[in-house]
Structures are given as structure tokens and as C-alpha cells.
């Protein structure tokens, strides 16, 4: 439903609230039908259905925002791809990394045509689709241990924030940006991470590989979550989020001269 949804966007494009009623719609079924929740047995139990749809919109549309420059979105999604698997296998889980590793190369193989100069574009059919699976994965990709019958820590949820900080940290800005200057959040224009690092003397490509290196590096933090205490995940997820405050502050743009 997603896919054609694309499709039928990238020909003509829709409303922000007829593709956002799509998704709602999608996520709620999944959280619904498939059983598939951020946490599960949360009572009251609409709650946990709740939290799953919006993670699966926020996320979905993270990466269809971050389809704003060529290899961008595809390029952070096999990283993204790369690092839930990893975690999952460290988290001692089977099908979720093998999931996630067929993802991972199918992005692959399409960033080899997608980087720039582009001789293909993922368009909304594609980037809908790619930050769906994220979404749906990052779900999956849990601390489960068979030998303590599946349970898991609360923090455990810190482990997908941290492998998709770098979306995240792009849909808040831009979203933020956005409402501050009194515009619709859900308008293109070019406030993107990406754009912002290109108003700082960056060329497109670099921007790019940049925001490549920053996924990177908070996957590698992500992959010291399976095994970390409480206070380990702390400290963690504080970390990255210092490094992400840094990058908002040397993206702020200078004050004029007076």
C-alpha cells in the first residue's frame, strides 16, 4: 500500500493529509494484525498500539525526508540496515538479522546506481517503502535472550533511537524549523541536515558521505546496547545526543555583524 501510494505521489503529487492518513492507517494494521509493537504488554493495550503507529509514521517519514539529495536516503538506509543487524545478532536473535541483511542489500544495490551522479531515483515509492522495513525492524530488533524467556529491560528501547539518530535528528530540525517560521511542517523546501551542511561551503556529494560518517558512527554506539547496563545505556544515549546538540550548534547560521 505504501508503494503504490509512492508511485501515485511521485506522478502527481498528494496532500499531506490524504499520504499521512495512508500511513496512519498502514501502521495501525501492523500494530493491529501483525502484533508487531514497540512495547509489548503495555496496559492499557491501545497505548502500545498508539506508540507503535507513530514510531511507524515518524520513521517512514524521516527517510522519505531524507530523500532530498541523490544516495542520501538509500545510503543511510543500508547503514541504518547494517547496524539492526548487528544488533540483533548481538542481541542473540536469528531471523530479525537475516531480515534486515536481505534489506541492507537490496539498499546496496541500489545506492550503486543512486550516488551521486544518480542514473536512478528512489522517489517516494522507494523511500516509503525503505523507511517502513527500518521501522518495522527496528521494532523487532530487541535485547530477547531465549534463556530468559524473552524478557527485556525498559532501556532496550534506546537501542533503535540510537541506530536512527541521525533520521531522527533531520525529521525533529527540519519539522521544528519549519513550525518556528509559522510554515507547514510537511512543505518541501531546502532546511534539510543535508542542505544546511552545504550552506556551510560543503559540496553535495560531501554532505552526503558526512551524514554517512555520522550514521556510521551512531550505529557503532548502538552495537554497545545489547550488552550495557542501565548506566552503560545512559551514558550512551547521552553521548549521542551531545554530539548531535554540537552539530545543531555549528549548523546554526552566523550572526551578522553589527
Known amino acids: 500500500m505504501l508503494h503504490a501510494l509512492g508511485l501515485i505521489d511521485d506522478a502527481r503529487p498528494l496532500g499531506a493529509r490524504a499520504k499521512f492518513s495512508v500511513m496512519a492507517l ?16 503495555m496496559t492499557p493495550p491501545w497505548l502500545s498500539i498508539t506508540l507503535t503507529a507513530m514510531w511507524i509514521v515518524v520513521i517512514v517519514n524521516a527517510f522519505n525526508f531524507l530523500d532530498n539529495m541523490d544516495g542520501l ?8 540496515f547494517a547496524f539492526l543487524a548487528i544488533c ?12 534486515a ?5 537490496a539498499t ?3 545506492l550503486a546506481y543512486n550516488f551521486p551522479p544518480a542514473r536512478i531515483f528512489m522517489g517516494d515509492a522507494g523511500s516509503l517503502v525503505v523507511g517502513y522495513m527500518i521501522a518495522i525492524i527496528s521494532i523487532m530488533t530487541t535485547y530477547y535472550n531465549a534463556e530468559s524467556g524473552g524478557s527485556r529491560p525498559p532501556y532496550a528501547l534506546a537501542m533503535p533511537l540510537v541506530v536512527l539518530a541521525v533520521p531522527l535528528y533531520d525529521f525533529v530540525s527540519v519539522v521544528g524549523i519549519r513550525i518556528l517560521e509559522g510554515r507547514s511542517p510537511f512543505r518541501g523546501d531546502q532546511r534539510h541536515f543535508s542542505h544546511r551542511l552545504v550552506d556551510h561551503g560543503l559540496s553535495r ?13 551512531t550505529g557503532l554506539a548502538a552495537t554497545l546496547l ?17 554530539v548531535l546538540g554540537i552539530i545543531a550548534i555549528l549548523e546554526m547560521p552566523p550572526k551578522a555583524n553589527s
Not at 88 to 99: C, I, N
Request: charged share 5%.
Open 226 to 242: 545489547p550488552n550495557a547496563d542501565l548506566r552503560q545505556t545512559v551514558t550512551i544515549v547521552c553521548l549521542v545526543m551531545m
Open 26 to 41: 498502514v501502521a495501525i494494521v501492523v500494530a493491529l494484525m501483525a502484533d508487531v509493537r514497540v512495547v509489548g504488554g
Open 205 to 217: 556529494r560531501f554532505a552526503v558521505l558526512t551524514i554517512y560518517l555520522a550514521t556510521t558512527a
Open 108 to 110: 546496496l544495490g541500489f
Open 73 to 80: 536516503s538509500a545510503g543511510v538506509a543500508t547503514i541504518n
Open 88 to 99: 540483533g545478532v548481538f542481541a542473540g536473535q536469528a531471523f530479525v538479522p537475516g531480515l
Open 101 to 105: 541483511g536481505v534489506c541492507c542489500g
